[in-house]
């Protein structure tokens, strides 16, 4: 870790580690005026992670996916369901560009041969150490494949939607979508004169 010369004394205790790892950092930090406070911060995340985008430039459509997420029920919105983008975390000595095409296989069915890298983005760097890997791939109907729906050993269960790019838009707007990736993504598409 390369630690900036405002922060010192850095000690860290793990809180949890029960699916991600949770830390309590305790350090001191010197302020512009000189002034130094001892803080302590939590830190949350286990592996770093993909999302993809995938689309189709003849029929305008884009492949999303509907999953259960716990923090969403918790949040009180659409009984814990999210419309997000293909996404997940980036197996040991996996490339970002792999695991994006292995778990478009896995979650949606298509089979693709590459991807095209956007952006690499902190989602919430107050609290979440994870780095995700944005992407966007082209799908056509003959890319699509017997699988999907999610690895059933890590208990996913997730429905693929096909839907037009202009909904997909209008469902941002309409807060239907509301997973951060995925609204980068569609407005990437949208900023960059794909769709």
Known sequence: MNIPSKVKNITSKVISSF???LEQINFDFTFKNGKSVNLTHEVYGKSDGVAILLYN??????VLSKQFRMPVLVAGINQGYSIKVVGGAIDKNETPENCAIRETEEEV??????VKKVTTSFLSP???KEKVHLFIGEYFDQNKTENGGGVAAENEEIEMLE???SKALQMIKNQEIIDARTIILLQYLKIEGIM
């Not at 069915?109 to 590459?114: D, E, L, P, R, V």
């Open 126 to 128: 107050g609290i979440l």
């Open 109 to 114: 069915g298509y089979k693709i041969s590459s």
């Open 19 to 21: 699916w991600g790892t």
């Open 57 to 62: 430039s003849i029929t305008k459509k884009v």
């Open 163 to 165: 839907i037009s790019f």
